[in-house]
């Protein structure tokens, strides 16, 4: 009896200990996750608000102008492949439809460059939305080429510069190339 | 039998029951922000003003050390050294200073996490031609209360020279740089300068504990026991080269006991405004007041 009641005991602790013993974490911050499509994806939308943290497909982007500031197109002319780009970027004879860029008649340009200084992906993942080292990856000195940020690949880095003065800097997590690829990134804003 | 399986099963799960998380090891990251600011290799003349505007993040940890050192012809002059805890946002931080006649000087910005890993950027910054020093603003006679003096405001805002109460303070916390009590140290009732971020101050001024922004103020205390500035000297200041060069952050602290009658006080202020204060009068009663003499940069 007293045997029996020891090893109750036991299995008693044991499911204490596992379901209740270890001190939780604090939750993980959510990630902002973008996933983009090119031009003829129909899987995914291709035109991100950063204000708004939320993908839309063209057809809706066309009606919230003002709130689009990345899209993703494929174009293998001039190694764009797989890239992103800004309503007023200027990206001509890839989207189709009345809805196109191309018509719209409020084109935000966001900025787009390499970081200003060496940052690994462990870099990367120890920033936080917020932080205000993430304006100062952005190089604003560069006048030039860029307004894209073309051939993304997994773990590229790059930073961008809204319309609205939104800073972020993104992580490439997926990539497939083609008209109907997409990219996915996360982001990190100040 | 059993009784030795079930007290080794209730050991086992007590001792690896919870497994324990690795801990990110991320070091800070330390940035030099774009615009106006000091640049590598800069030409600037003695007295002119340097600026380097930085933002840190921690890692994954807090934000705990802030460490400036200045390495002016080969002499390291460590101007900022100041505990923190950033958890959130990052540090955003402007150090504004002003060139010696060094040469040459290379300055380190260095953070440090919670973890003890830290980060560190460099500018090197050479001396140009002529000088930059620059006007000053002087206010003959400023009086401060002590913690109970109701006669005269406590509050300084040394740029302009104004004076506040604990009632007109209200919404211009931030521009105070300093105040002034007395306490006992050493065996004798010392008059004191400070400044809101000093530890103790609330002590004096309950108030200051509540203020959302809390300016730091350095004052070069190794100047002040040693009477390291003479009164000829102060009377001839008409730009801050001597405001400048008077200033040793080594022996600055944000608390300037002992600030008798006749003391000349170098003193920093949290936005990099070099001054001195002539101490006109001093009562060692805390009911008594300051009379300030101040020069301070434009």
Partial sequence: ?190 | MNRILAIFTIVIFIVTGCKKEEESKTPPLINFKLGEYTNDGDYIPAGGKLVFGIAASGGGSPITNLRVQRIADGVTITEIDRGLYIAEGGLDYDVNAVKLGADQEIWHFMVMNANRDSAILTRTVYLGEGSAYGPIKHFESLKIGMQNNSEFPHFLDVNTGDLYTNESVAGNEAIIDVLGFVYLTGGIMSPTLSCPQYTSVPGHYPIVGGWSVRNSTLYDYNAVDNDLVNHQDFDNATNDSLLVVSFNPQSASGNCKYCFTGKIVPFRTEDGKYGMIRVIHADQVPEGYMELEVKVQE
């Fill in chain 1, 1 to 190: 009896m007293k045997t029996k009641f020891l090893s109750l005991a036991a299995i008693a602790l044991f499911f204490s200990v596992s379901f209740a013993g270890c001190k939780k974490d604090d939750p993980e911050p959510t990630k902002n996750i973008a996933k983009l499509g090119a031009q003829i994806n129909t899987s995914f939308g291709g035109f991100l608000s950063v204000s708004e943290k939320k993908v839309y497909t063209q057809e809706q982007a066309f009606l919230i102008q003002d709130q689009i500031d990345i899209l993703c197109f494929y174009e293998a002319e001039g190694g764009n492949n797989i890239a992103l780009a800004a309503p007023g970027t200027g990206i001509s004879d890839i989207f189709i439809g009345d809805s196109s860029p191309e018509n719209w008649t409020t084109k935000n340009q966001t900025y787009f460059t390499l970081p200003t200084a060496e940052i690994t992906v462990a870099d990367f993942d120890a920033l936080k939305d917020g932080d205000a080292i993430i304006e100062t990856y952005f190089n604003a000195e560069q006048t030039s080429g860029n307004r894209k940020a073309k051939d993304m690949k997994v773990n590229d880095i790059w930073t961008f510069k809204t319309a609205s003065s939104t800073f972020g800097i993104l992580k490439v997590t997926s990539v497939e190339q083609g008209e109907a690829g997409y990219v996915e990134f996360e982001y990190k804003l100040k």
